[in-house]
């Protein structure tokens, strides 16, 4: 029984990670039409209009950790490469 109650507890986290759809209230930024961008190198970013409230996170670079809904947050890593795009 207790196995049973660890994995729903993780559905909420497995739903999440398909992300909002278009038009969702979660999707206030518009992050779900750029999630092209998701596993491409961030050097793409130099050829892609972002809307104005976007800002890219490096790795290491300070950030505030207020939640904006209206921004979009795109996650780089230590390669350079984009792991996420969301609302935030």
């Known amino acids: ?5 660890a994995a729903f507890s993780l ?3 497995a739903l999440a990670a398909c992300g909002p759809a278009p038009g969702d209230p ?3 930024c518009g992050a779900s039409t750029m999630q092209f961008l998701v596993d491409r190198p961030a050097s793409i970013l130099d050829g ?3 809307p104005e409230n976007t800002r890219v996170l490096r790795p290491g ?3 505030t950790m207020d939640f904006r809904p209206d921004r979009m947050t795109i996650t780089v890593d230590e390669a350079g490469r984009i792991l996420r795009v969301d609302c935030v």
Do not use: H, K, S, T
């Not at 029984?1 to 109650?5: A, E, N």
């Open 1 to 5: 029984m207790p196995g049973r109650l």
């Open 11 to 13: 559905l909420p986290l």
């Open 26 to 28: 979660g999707d206030a």
């Open 48 to 50: 892609v209009a972002l």
């Open 61 to 63: 670079q300070p950030a």
